[in-house]
């Protein structure tokens, strides 16, 4: 059964960083495109960043280019998000999502992804 477990999240200052892991089980990680999505409260969920399969084609949300960074470890079927310089507006649930696909393919739209983690919270407040 293909299941994505997101971690990572938690309670940090603007200014601070984390790194959100998300663990696939169930099926090989190489073969599927990668989407950090995120919802804050009252707002639809919005994409973050999304890697392809191979690794080699990235893409980020405005908002996050230069504080963000999205990488995968395909030998330990899992990806991370690296975050830093966190704002109060990074507030939300952070979900990681997968979608077969060619090996170099790279897309962020929330409709495109199938199977999705149940989501890690992260706070960012003083």
């Known amino acids: 059964q293909l299941q994505l477990v997101e971690s990572g999240g938690g309670l940090v200052q603007p200014g601070g960083s984390l790194r959100l892991s998300c663990a696939a089980s169930?099926?090989?990680?190489?073969?599927?495109?990668i989407g950090w999505f995120r919802q804050a409260p009252g707002k639809e969920r919005e994409g973050v960043s999304c890697i392809s399969g191979s690794g080699s084609s990235t893409n980020y949300a405005d908002s996050v280019k230069g504080r963000f960074t999205i990488s995968r470890d395909n030998a330990k079927n899992t990806v991370y998000l690296q975050m830093n310089s966190l704002k109060p507006e990074d507030t939300a649930v952070y979900y990681c999502?997968?979608?077969?696909?060619?090996?170099?393919?790279?897309?962020?739209?929330?409709?495109?992804?199938?199977?999705w983690g149940r989501g890690t919270q992260v706070a960012v407040s003083s």
């Open positions: 169930g099926f090989t990680l190489d073969s599927y495109a």
């Open positions: 999502a997968a979608e077969k696909a060619h090996y170099t393919r790279v897309f962020c739209g929330l409709h495109e992804y199938h199977y």
